[in-house]
Each structure stands twice: as C-alpha cells, then as structure tokens.
T-cell receptor, first 116, second 114 residues
Framework: EAGVAQSPRYKIIEKRQSVAFWCNPI?????LYWYQQILGQGPKLLIQ????????DSQLPKDRFSAERLKGVDSTLKIQPAKLEDSAVYLC??????????????FGPGTRLLVL | DAKTTQPTSMDCAEGRAANLPCNHS???????VYWYRQIHSQGPQYIIH???NNETNEMASLIITEDRKSSTLILPHATLRDTAVYYC???????????????FGKGTKLSVKP
C-alpha cells in the first residue's frame, strides 16, 4: 500500500513570507496529524484531524499557523508570516480507524523548511 | 512532556545485538510502551509496542520489566541500516479524541559501526 505522501520535500523562504505544505494520507485513514520537528528534537504535535474535524490543535501557534482538511482526505498546513524559528521539518502522519492500542501512526517523509 | 528517559547516544558493532534501555517509572497501568525509530531524513517508523509481556516481531524484541518501570528494545543482529534515532514512548490506549497521541522525547541516537 502507498505510504503517506508529502510535498514539497524542501522549501527555502525568507522571513515574513508565506508557505504551504501538502499531505496525502494512506487511503482509509481517518486520523491525520501534523508535527513540527526542530533539529535535534523529537517531533512535536501541532494538530490532529479526525476526518475533516479538528480534534486537538492546542500546540498550534494560531497567530501564524493554520491547517485544513476540507474533504477529510488531503490536508494543507500553512505558515503566514514565517519566522526564523519556524525552520524545521514538518511531518504528516495518519492512523487507521479503530481505537485499540495497535492502531499506530504512519509517517510521511516530511517537508524540510528553512526560513532565512 | 515525554514520560520516558533514554540515553542520548549509543554505539553498537555491526552484527552484534543492540540493547536500547528506556526508563518510564511513572507509567500507568493501562499505558503501553511504544518504540519508533527515525532514520536520517525520513519520518519516524513504528517498531514494536507492549503492555507488560515481552514482545517480538520481525524487527525487534521488547523486554518490559515486571514492575513496568523500564524496558529494553533489542535489535538482535544490528546492521548499518539500523543507525537511527530510537524513541521510547509511553502511550495511553486510544479511546478517541486526543488520548493516545504520541509524545516524543529526544530519543537515543544509535550508531552501528562496521
């Protein structure tokens, strides 16, 4: 089965510019996550979707970050305007339906963002 | 915050077993221990998980102490391709909502050397 797809893989922008990342989860996975991974640290959850609804966005800096999953499949994460500290890898993950311990997350390759 | 403590880095000789320790002294009775790894420039990859019994799959073995306060991930015959950051995560069963989400620490950087 195809994995989680993300694009672009790399992006370089200047501070105060805008940027958007795209994620296509594994088919049939209702739950989708966006993580931010700063160099040398583990991934940090930004937002979780269940179908097209937001479950948890408590760690999302809402003054500059936004995310949507309009049709419950693909998702986009946007940063506007970007700051230097937003330089990181942005990971998308999806999880199959079910509520047991065995339903784990599958991660995409990530988008590496550099803000100059 | 992550509920686990792991060494920052470890080395292992190729072909030998790699034993990665993890402390989770505040684990609750219904929380699972999960292991993920992240190879350079890739997303994290699920390895194995367990509750209280030892577990084995095609990738690794997970040994959980009887008091469940610590565990060890064992890669029986490490190869160069096992060089990665290994994350030990304590996770609630997913009852819906944001429960059961993964909280990553900094992990252990395992270097497998020829």
């Amino acid at each position: 089965e195809a994995g989680v797809a993300q694009s672009p893989r790399y992006k370089i922008i200047e501070k105060r510019q805008s940027v958007a990342f795209w994620c296509n989860p594994i088919s049939g996975h209702a739950t989708l996550y966006w993580y931010q991974q700063i160099l040398g640290q583990g991934p940090k959850l930004l937002i979780q979707f269940q179908n097209n609804g937001v479950v948890d966005d408590s760690q999302l800096p809402k003054d500059r970050f936004s995310a949507e999953r309009l049709k419950g499949v693909d998702s986009t994460l946007k940063i506007q305007p970007a700051k230097l500290e937003d330089s990181a890898v942005y990971l998308c993950a999806s999880r199959p339906p079910g509520q047991g311990a065995g339903e784990t997350q599958y991660f995409g390759p990530g988008t590496r963002l550099l803000v100059l | 915050d992550a509920k686990t403590t792991q060494p920052t880095s470890m080395d292992c000789a190729e072909g030998r077993a790699a034993n990665l320790p993890c402390n989770h002294s505040t684990i609750s009775g219904n929380e699972y221990v999960y292991w993920y790894r992240q190879i350079h420039s890739q997303g994290p990859q699920y390895i194995i998980h367990g509750l209280k019994n030892n577990e084995t799959n095609e990738m690794a073995s997970l040994i959980i102490t009887e008091d469940r306060k610590s565990s060890t991930l064992i890669l029986p015959h490490a190869t160069l391709r096992d060089t990665a950051v290994y994350y030990c995560i304590v996770r609630s069963p997913n009852y819906g909502g944001s429960q059961g989400n993964l909280i990553f620490g900094k992990g252990t950087k395992l270097s497998v050397k020829p």
